[in-house]
């Protein structure tokens, strides 16, 4: 099963590669991973996907508790949760393919952020899923470019991880 | 600054090996007095040491290298230490910070090299963080599972001409690092029921027990219950050996009788132990019967490979006196007439196969036997010395046949299984107990390989015992070329090759002794060991073809499924 795991964790030299580290030492595979400092400046929120059984991510989640840089964690799937993730999409638009990568845009609600005669530079932001299947839509001929942030995330309702 | 911050610490003994980087802190070691150094004469032998001082006092080792190979040249020992949870800082010399990323000479990066085996560790960028720092990493090493710290210190940092005002914190507070304590006391209630309605327990215990000084507990608690108790590899004197509920090692080259009733078990308290592959055997055939439950102190350890059912996180000590409290409050005891049967059982298995009530080994053959070396050391130090070992046969020799009554008396590397600990593991122990027996016993392939401490030795008057198993032969690999390769020895044998270690014992100011006949182990030994402050290297031909069992059958054999002999399975 896909997870998405989000850690708090120091905002130290090093952290990042001692998760990184973590994951490639046991074995455990990332699907994407993003990071980035939070409104306390010693702190950084690290998320990243990953794929595996009940028996797996638990194991994971111990190991990364483990890691004496890592403040707290949560699984978000295993709650109510927002995922988002961000593509920035180079594409080929000349002719009637304009028109018709435009519809597509529209569609998924995405934006043009950059035009020349012929191509679009396409921001949309989403789900995965729903990113997948933009790429799909607008097809491979068309695509230059693809520049995921990968996926962040956050609880519904009351939650907070914090300190 | 870092030395005061040692001293503050109270570290006694540094074990290291200077270098460029190093030189400010060696200067500084110089010019005090609190804080000893022991010169090794290769940075594996320093971590090594170190590790031992720690696994034989409880105590956090001290280790300090310069950068690049000095720094290379400890990972093993850091390994070593990371695989059997033992205590331990690294301090590694680094190139000035303005050269860090420009390949520099004798610049590694010692962090990233050391990520994988260390608990923690840290670079120190400002000369004002290193007495927190130096806090910090002991802290982490000696609290919850503990493990190796290594501190990376740029040469700048340490330049003499930098001063701060210096305080050494008193105590640190890590937030993000709160090692747990007390267990659960509604899972130590329903383990303790568990044990109360078992009829076939058994009690396996490993190196938490061991380092997390619970031994005594765990000696109360096996008698209160009368249920037999086994350890690994690691646990060994975790529980007397020479008790009556002790079933010996067990795992791999475990017992009969201690493989045979886990794998018979109904219940399962395995305490400060980690279910490693070399005690299961076979995970999905592991004990199909056993309601497991499982203390110890790294949350990851539990149901990691062994699903337990009555998971318990907590230090060892802590968990245990509660369980005891527990059943000394309530009336219930097991079921007497089930627990009686259960003894009888296993007391059959151990008449029938057990390693102690005679000898498993041929004792008419002209050759001297490695069991019976091991049994003579036993009986001439009186089962009371510390005793390190090296890897192979001989180690699993030692495991099964010295009897350990105390812990922190058997010292091997069992993990990670790394040749070369032995002798300076035992001169470790020695730097620490000035006074004791100290006894290393080694194969003549390890000890070729930490062997320039005969040295070391030399310089700082420590007069271990080395007692090598001279089988020839890469024991180990060969037996299992015997059993698994058609005896086809690829590169276990020397042809010849090996040195004379009298002679070599003596170049360096030891004594040599050589035993080749059998009538004359007992008397040589004697004769070792009365040579209270020599260096002895005995030298002790053993017969090749000997092999060590039991041994699981694998792959896919389970707990009980072993080789008793060359020519018995069970
Ligand atoms: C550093 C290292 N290299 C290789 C091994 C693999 N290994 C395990 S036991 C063994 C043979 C050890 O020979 P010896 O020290 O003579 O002991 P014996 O088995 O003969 O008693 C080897 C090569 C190891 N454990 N450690
Ligand atoms: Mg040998």
Redesign the pocket.
């Given at each position: 099963m896909r997870r998405i795991i989000s850690v708090l964790m120091e905002n130290a030299p090093g952290a990042l590669s001692r998760v990184v580290g973590l994951f490639s030492q046991r074995g455990y595979n990332i699907e994407s991973l993003t990071v980035a400092p939070t409104e306390d400046p010693t702190l950084s929120r690290l998320t990243l996907t990953t794929l595996g059984d009940e028996h797996k991510i638990e194991q994971i989640t111990k190991h990364l508790n483990k890691l004496i840089d890592v403040v707290k964690l949560v699984d978000l799937t295993e709650g109510a949760h927002i995922e988002r993730e961000l593509m920035l999409v180079k594409v080929k638009a000349a002719g009637a393919q304009r028109a018709e990568v435009k519809r597509c845009v529209d569609i998924f609600r995405g934006q043009i952020v950059d035009v020349t005669s012929s191509l679009y530079i396409i921001q949309i932001t989403g789900t995965s899923d729903k990113l997948d299947a933009f790429l799909q839509a607008v097809g491979d001929a068309a695509i230059l470019e693809v520049v995921r942030t990968g996926v962040s995330g956050i609880s519904r309702g009351e939650k907070v991880l914090s300190l | 600054m870092l030395i005061r911050a040692l001293r503050d610490e109270g570290v006694e003994y540094i074990f290291g090996y200077p270098g460029g980087a190093a030189l400010h802190i060696y200067d500084a070691i110089f010019r005090q007095q609190d804080v000893k150094h022991i010169l090794v004469r290769h940075e594996q032998a320093a971590t090594h040491m170190a590790d031992a001082y720690s696994r034989s006092t409880g105590r956090v080792g001290t280790v300090l290298v310069t950068s690049g190979p000095g720094a290379t040249n400890a990972i093993t020992g850091i390994a070593t230490a990371y695989m059997d949870s033992i205590p331990m800082v690294v301090i590694s010399g680094q190139v000035m910070s303005h050269l860090i990323g420009e390949d520099a000479f004798q610049e590694t990066d010692m962090v990233g090299i050391s990520r994988p085996i260390v608990k923690h560790s840290f670079m120190v960028k400002h000369a004002s963080e290193i007495p927190e720092i130096v806090k910090k990493a002991y802290y982490i090493a000696s609290t919850g599972r503990p493990g190796p710290v290594v501190i990376d210190v740029p040469k700048d940092v340490t330049h003499p001409g930098q001063t701060f005002p210096y305080e050494y914190p008193e105590k640190v507070k890590i937030r993000s690092y709160t090692p747990a304590t007390r267990g659960h006391t509604g899972q130590i209630k329903k383990a303790v029921q568990l044990l109360l309605s078992a009829k076939r327990p058994v009690i396996y215990t490993g190196g938490g027990v061991v380092q997390g000084n619970a031994a005594e507990l765990l000696t109360q608690l096996v008698q209160l219950l009368d249920f037999p108790c086994t350890n690994t590899l690691m646990g060994l004197g975790g529980y007397p050996a020479t008790d009556k509920r002790f079933l010996g090692m067990l795992g791999m080259h475990g017992t009969f009788e201690a493989n045979t009733a886990m794998h018979h078990s109904d219940v399962i308290l395995a305490v400060g132990a980690r279910f490693d592959d070399r005690v299961t055997n076979t995970v999905s055939k592991f004990c199909p019967n056993a309601k497991i439950i499982h203390v110890d102190i790294d949350p990851a350890s539990i149901s990691k490979t062994v699903v337990a059912d009555v998971p318990i996180v907590g230090a060892v000590d802590s968990v245990l006196s509660e369980m005891l409290a527990l059943i000394q409050e309530t009336d219930e005891r097991p079921d007497a007439e089930a627990i009686a049967a259960w003894w009888k059982q296993i007391n059959e298995w151990r008449d029938r196969h057990g390693l102690y009530a005679k000898p498993r080994y041929d004792t008419s053959s002209e050759k001297i036997k490695p069991q019976e070396v091991i049994t003579a050391i036993y009986e001439v130090t009186k089962g009371d010395a510390f005793v390190t070992s090296?890897?192979?046969?001989?180690?699993m020799f030692t495991a099964q046949y010295y009897r350990f009554d105390k812990p922190r008396r058997w010292i091997n590397s069992g993990g990670l299984?790394?040749?070369?600990f032995g002798l300076p593991a035992a001169m470790g122990v020695q730097v620490a107990h000035r006074d004791a027996t100290v006894v290393c016993v080694?194969?003549?392939?390890?000890?070729q390989?930490c062997i320039q401490e005969l040295s070391t030795c030399t310089q700082y008057h420590l007069p271990v015992k080395i007692i090598c198993?001279n089988?020839q032969?890469?024991?180990?690999?060969r037996q299992w070329q015997d059993m698994q390769y058609s005896s086809r020895y690829a590169e276990s044998l020397y042809e010849d090759s090996l040195p004379d270690f009298i002679k070599l014992a003596e170049a360096y100011g030891h004594v040599g002794m050589r035993v080749t006949k059998r009538e004359e182990l007992k008397a040589k030994l004697e004769e070792c060991f009365a040579l209270k402050d020599r260096v002895v290297f005995m030298d002790i031909m053993v017969d090749q073809s000997e092999h060590v069992y039991p041994m699981h059958v694998a792959p896919n054999g389970s707990m009980r499924d072993m080789y008793l002999s060359k020519t018995e399975r069970t």
């Open positions: - | 090296d890897v192979g046969q001989h180690q299984g790394t040749m070369g080694t194969g003549e392939g390890s000890i390989m198993l089988n032969a890469l024991g180990m690999v």
